[in-house]
């Protein structure tokens, strides 16, 4: 079993910036993409960012050149930055982790952006 542990969220203005972490921890083998989605009130779960085993990035387009994606394959940790924050990034964001086994999923964290 693989558990993943988020952090970083929080209460931010416009125009600020965050960092989500997502540490993935017990019977993990050679994890394969990691990444990011994000929920808003009342709509889907949406792809944000995701990062391969090799370090190949992809962004929804609503957060390229806001949001960098990047991975610690020693702590087996995925990392969010997220800069220039607008109101419309309000989520709840839910990381992932791959590996041969399947797909494993954050507990989710809160970012709220406030004008």
């Known amino acids: 079993q693989v558990q993943l542990v988020e952090s970083g969220g929080g209460l931010v203005q416009a125009g600020g910036s965050l960092r989500l972490s997502c540490a993935a921890s017990g019977s993990i083998f050679s994890l394969n993409a990691m990444g990011w989605y994000r929920q808003a009130p009342g709509k889907q779960r949406d792809l944000v960012a995701t990062i391969s085993s090799g370090g190949s990035k992809n962004y929804a387009a609503s957060v390229t050149g806001r949001f960098t994606i990047s991975r610690d394959n020693v702590k087996n940790t995925v990392y969010l930055q997220m800069s220039s924050l607008k109101l419309a990034d309000t989520a709840v964001y839910y990381c992932?982790?791959?590996?041969?086994?399947?797909?494993?999923w954050g507990q989710g964290t809160q970012v709220t952006v406030s004008s």
């Open positions: 992932y982790v791959s590996d041969i086994s399947g797909r494993y």
